[in-house]
Each structure stands twice: as structure tokens, then as C-alpha cells.
């Protein structure tokens, strides 16, 4: 399987998510776009909670020095994002790409982050809860519908809400692959937790 990780805005728990499914499935994992905290970037974050020895961590195709927008980014390092130079690595195992911030995050003055789906990936949306989140959900996968994306399920990341997740469950028909708690912190032995908990759902996808 290849798994896109996107979210329905920045900081909501798409690189725990990921690290959880790549611990779940023993799978690769891949950025193609990070910007900013190129010293403790989303793949060393990864790569760090991870406990199996099968997973292999692939390159950023874009390694950007400013946290910003991608577009933004790229441009204060005197470059131009180009969709063709971001080449899928090559792997027999399962494969998580974690995407950067939402899916109209834009990558260039007319490329976004949903324009690196490709048709055969499977995309999980990570999900927190704050005022506005359903609206930014259902957009998010609305969007990924309107593109014929394949969407795989929900993550839900922080505190439970059974109104808005069942307001959102019930709109969308999306499954909900599971949520993530709020922890007072995240190491190798509380992602294989998750792990274990999400692995059954993962492989059903």
C-alpha cells in the first residue's frame, strides 16, 4: 500500500499518525516537502519512534529552510518547487508519505499538495478537534472527492468529541481508522501501543 498522510490544517498530528503507521505496518517512510527544522525534521521525528527494523526512511525531495508554506519557503531559498522533480522512491514494503500541512497548501503559484496524490495512493485524514474543525474536515475531504482520491479513512488526533466526530463520520462516510489521545508524550513504547490498536484497521484498507 501506498498511504498519503494529509491533515485539515498544520499541527494536528499527522507526523504521530504517521509514525504510528509506519510502526503498524513495518512500513517506509517518506516527506517529499519539508520546510523548516531541517535539524529536527518530520523524518528524524519518524524515524526516532520507530522500534521495527524493516522501516527505511526515504530522502526529502525538497528540503526547505524557512517553516513557512511551501511556496513561500522555496522562494526565500531562491527556488521553484517543480511537481516533475519529486520522484516516489522505490520500495517492495508499504509506503507513508506524509504530506505537508493541508491539502491546498500551495507548493508553487498553481501546484498544492493535493497535486501530489497520485491515483493509487490511499489517503488518510488527520483530524483534531477546535472550533471550525468539522467545516475544515469536510472540506478537506470534499476536496479529495472532487478529485476521485482515494480516501482510506480518518485519524482523529487530540481530545474526543462524539458530536463532531459523529457529525463528521455521518457527512462524509469515511471510516474512522481510530484516534490518537492526548499524551503527555510520544516514544517508541507508546507508538507501538497505538500501533497495536490500529494495525487490524490499517490492514483492511
Same mark, same amino acid.
Given at each position: 500500500?501506498?498511504?498519503? &498522510? *494529509?491533515?485539515?490544517? $498544520? +499541527?494536528?498530528?499527522?507526523? =504521530?499518525?504517521? %509514525?504510528?503507521? /509506519?510502526?503498524?505496518?513495518?512500513?517506509?517512510?517518506?516527506?517529499?516537502?519539508?520546510?523548516?527544522?531541517?535539524?529536527?525534521?518530520?523524518?528524524?521525528?519518524?524515524?526516532?519512534?520507530?522500534?521495527?527494523?524493516?522501516?527505511?526512511?526515504?530522502?526529502?525531495?525538497?528540503?526547505?529552510?524557512?517553516?513557512?508554506?511551501?511556496?513561500?519557503?522555496?522562494?526565500?531559498?531562491?527556488?521553484?518547487?517543480?511537481?516533475?522533480? &519529486? *520522484?516516489?522512491?522505490? $520500495? +517492495?514494503?508499504?509506503?507513508? =508519505?506524509?504530506? %505537508?500541512?493541508? /491539502?491546498?497548501?500551495?507548493?508553487?503559484?498553481?501546484?498544492?499538495?493535493?497535486?501530489?496524490?497520485?491515483?493509487?495512493?490511499?489517503?488518510?485524514?488527520?483530524?483534531?478537534?477546535?472550533?471550525?474543525?468539522?467545516?475544515?474536515?469536510?472540506?478537506?475531504?470534499?476536496?479529495?472527492?472532487?478529485?476521485?482520491?482515494?480516501?482510506?479513512?480518518?485519524?482523529?488526533?487530540?481530545?474526543?468529541?462524539?458530536?463532531?466526530?459523529? &457529525?463528521?463520520?455521518?457527512? $462524509?462516510?469515511?471510516?474512522?481508522?481510530?484516534?490518537?489521545?492526548?499524551?503527555?508524550?510520544?516514544?517508541?513504547?507508546?507508538?507501538?501501543?497505538?500501533?497495536?490498536?490500529?494495525?487490524?484497521?490499517?490492514?483492511?484498507?
Amino acid at each position: 500500500m501506498k498511504l498519503f &498522510i *494529509t491533515g485539515i490544517s $498544520t +499541527d494536528v498530528g499527522k507526523t =504521530i499518525a504517521s %509514525a504510528i503507521i /509506519v510502526e503498524a505496518l513495518e512500513a517506509d517512510y517518506w516527506k517529499p516537502i519539508q520546510a523548516g527544522d531541517l535539524d529536527n525534521s518530520d523524518t528524524g521525528k519518524v524515524q526516532s519512534k520507530i522500534s521495527n527494523k524493516k522501516s527505511q526512511f526515504h530522502k526529502n525531495s525538497y528540503a526547505l529552510n524557512t517553516p513557512a508554506s511551501p511556496h513561500l519557503a522555496a522562494e526565500i531559498d531562491g527556488i521553484t518547487i517543480d511537481l516533475n522533480e &519529486i *520522484t516516489e522512491p522505490q $520500495t +517492495d514494503n508499504h509506503l507513508v =508519505i506524509e504530506g %505537508a500541512g493541508g /491539502v491546498f497548501v500551495p507548493l508553487n503559484n498553481k501546484e498544492f499538495v493535493i497535486d501530489l496524490i497520485q491515483p493509487n495512493y490511499k489517503v488518510i485524514v488527520v483530524s483534531r478537534h477546535y472550533l471550525g474543525s468539522i467545516n475544515h474536515t469536510v472540506l478537506t475531504i470534499e476536496a479529495l472527492k472532487s478529485r476521485k482520491l482515494n480516501i482510506a479513512g480518518i485519524i482523529f488526533s487530540g481530545s474526543e468529541n462524539k458530536s463532531s466526530e459523529t &457529525i463528521i463520520l455521518n457527512t $462524509t462516510g469515511v471510516k474512522c481508522i481510530g484516534r490518537i489521545d492526548e499524551e503527555p508524550y510520544f516514544d517508541q513504547n507508546v507508538i507501538c501501543e497505538y500501533a497495536d490498536l490500529f494495525r487490524e484497521n490499517l490492514l483492511e484498507l
